[in-house]
């Protein structure tokens, strides 16, 4: 998928009309953009941590089309990871000193094993809490081209993603005994609750439904719920509803159209991301974001590593080249980000993937490219 990408990156200029007279014809898809406005005066610094898995692979695909795109941000990369000997206090406080003072990061999946090792809290978990990444936003939204058994999905997940069952306490009381404590707070329950909010109004929803299990959960998921209510009546304008976890996630089966926003703690929030991933393609097709109030962390929606398919060039990298999308969005670099989104969903829509073009036939349109005129190259 991604050659086709960078194929659209790089033939979204008018030099396509002196190419179209070569041997190798070009389907009339490939339509010339608006004239982009002026390039940034300056080039936006990113932390990049590639992660595990197919991890470093999509992110070469991010760097390759960045670069045929002529994107003005430059990556400043960290090799993170618990499971290839590349993980360290120090190696952490380095990617979280980068982070702060880039305050953007695109990153994949850094895998957390499930031995105990004397430290509860994974490096995933560490980043987020140590910059405050308490939102974490998933856009599900169909893609045309892929085959789904639900089309036209347009809902948002957000996940409160600093508390909850991922707090890493635990302790054995007695023998045998495991005893692990969720920790709900009115603070940061009513900040999730507000960013949902304000998140539905900025992007003109009409509905927010608030996931819970407060059933069973009377003090914990009760006090969720109790904020979200409270910071409801703040938006008149905006339709609220509360669903429990386990109906939530039948209903998003059987009929997700009746879904808008979708707000709620830590661990229901991983959960229902997989689950809605599946919906539109999988988890290597629905981009996601993380913020704090100074910071935005991108990566995909539906985090796996993915690990069995490395080095096959198989793993699917709309997941990653949209968040970077949106990423480029973030930055106020819009011409940019449409002109990515773009070639991902038109790569997808006509089905330009895989050995469609092979790489011999890249190198040779980016050669082409490369030997034009300046005034014939679209100015970026």
């Known amino acids: 998928i991604w050659q ?8 979204s200029g008018p030099w396509l009309q002196k190419l179209s007279s070569r041997s190798f014809t070009m389907s009339a898809c490939f339509c010339t953009p608006e004239a982009p406005p002026a390039r940034a005066d300056s ?24 670069k045929a795109g002529n994107v003005p941000v ?34 994949g ?25 308490f939102a974490n936003v998933v856009h599900v939204n169909s893609l045309p081209g892929y085959s789904t058994r639900h089309n036209n999905l347009d809902l948002v997940i957000i996940r409160e993603q600093t508390e909850g069952e991922y ?32 998140y539905a109004t900025k992007k003109g929803r009409s509905k927010v439904t608030a996931v819970h299990k407060a059933n069973i959960m009377k003090l914990g998921d009760g006090l969720f719920l ?29 009929n997700p159209y009746q879904f808008d926003v979708l707000v709620m703690p830590n661990l229901y929030g991983n959960i ?9 393609g999988g988890a290597g097709v629905v981009p996601g974001e993380s913020y704090s109030s100074e910071y935005a962390v991108f990566e995909t929606g539906a985090r796996h590593p993915f690990a069995q398919a490395v080095g096959r060039n198989i793993a699917n ?23 990515v989104s773009e070639a991902v969903k038109r790569v997808i829509k006509q089905g330009k993937v895989q050995h469609s073009y092979n790489k011999s036939v890249l190198k040779w349109l980016l050669n082409c490219y490369m030997n034009l005129a300046p005034s014939q190259k679209t100015p970026f």
């Open 4 to 11: 086709g990408v960078l194929m659209f990156v790089v033939l």
């Open 43 to 66: 080039t936006f610094r990113v932390t990049m941590v590639p992660g595990d898995g197919v991890g470093p692979e999509l992110m070469t695909a991010v760097k390759e089309v960045f």
């Open 74 to 107: 430059e990556f400043e990369e960290f090799h993170l990871s618990e499971v290839q000997n590349m993980a360290s206090e120090e190696k952490l406080d380095q990617v979280l000193a980068s982070m702060k003072n880039n305050r953007v990061a695109i990153k």
């Open 109 to 133: 999946k850094i895998h957390t094993p499930m031995e105990y090792k004397g430290e509860l809290a994974s490096y995933e978990m560490s980043l987020r809490r140590k910059l405050d990444l």
């Open 167 to 198: 707090s890493s306490l635990e302790h054995e009381s007695v023998k045998g005994v495991i005893e692990c404590l969720k920790i709900i707070t009115r603070e940061k329950s009513r900040r999730i609750a507000k960013f949902a909010f304000d």
């Open 226 to 254: 109790q904020n979200c209510a409270e910071v409801a009546e703040l938006y008149p304008k905006i339709k609220y509803e509360n669903m429990i976890i386990d109906n939530c996630c039948m209903q998003l089966v059987q």
């Open 272 to 280: 229902i991301d997989n689950l809605a991933a599946g919906l539109v």
């Open 317 to 339: 990298p709309t997941a990653m080249l949209l968040s970077a999308a949106n990423m480029l969005r973030h930055l106020s670099l819009e011409y940019h980000s449409q002109m």
